[in-house]
């Protein structure tokens, strides 16, 4: 069975990935551009010290990595630390490995500790643009409904917009990652 940090070294570097992307590309490269990492000397620090790889589990169409991609690659350029990325759908066995409430939602951030261990997984939403999109979907109608189909449509293109230009999803973003890493890099 391949390991994480075998899939790592196969990866590609997530500046690749992007450069690569043939959808949303625009989108990211945006969020990327209007991005910076908070003055946050110790999870930075922390960072640099540990030196962990970072393996991406994603897909170029999705919104949840079109943000939150580009707000890792910041923290991973402020650290120092190599990022690579894997697409989900060509590598089911690992995605299947780091599902979420039985789903294959990405993205999905796997920290490997030096020894290739996995330390520790984020993704795909931060809390509060999970409840910004179950607040979202609360809304549409019942999928019998004839209007289920532009509703959800509407809201699609409302979450991408939100995904794009609320500087509030991305730190929320930055902080969940900060909050689910510092304490298993400082063990």
Known sequence: MTTEQ????????LAQYMDDMTTKKEESFSIYEKFDV?????????????APHILVITEDWCGDAMMNN????KIAEAANVEVRAVYRDENLD???QYLTNGGRSI??????????????????RAESV????????AKFP???DPSFEETQKEFY???????VNNQEFHLAVYEAIRNAWLPALQK
């Open 94 to 96: 690992l995605m299947d």
């Open 130 to 137: 999970q409840q910004f999109v179950m607040d979202g979907r």
């Open 157 to 163: 293109a409302q979450m991408s917009n939100e995904f």
């Open 70 to 73: 580009a707000i890792l690659r």
């Open 6 to 13: 075998q899939y790592f070294e196969n990866a590609k570097p």
């Open 107 to 124: 993205p999905v951030y796997l920290l490997i500790s030096k020894d290739g261990e996995v330390i520790s997984k984020w993704g795909p």
């Open 142 to 144: 019942a999928k019998e």
């Open 38 to 50: 908070p003055a946050d000397d110790e999870f930075i620090q922390v960072l640099k010290d540990r």
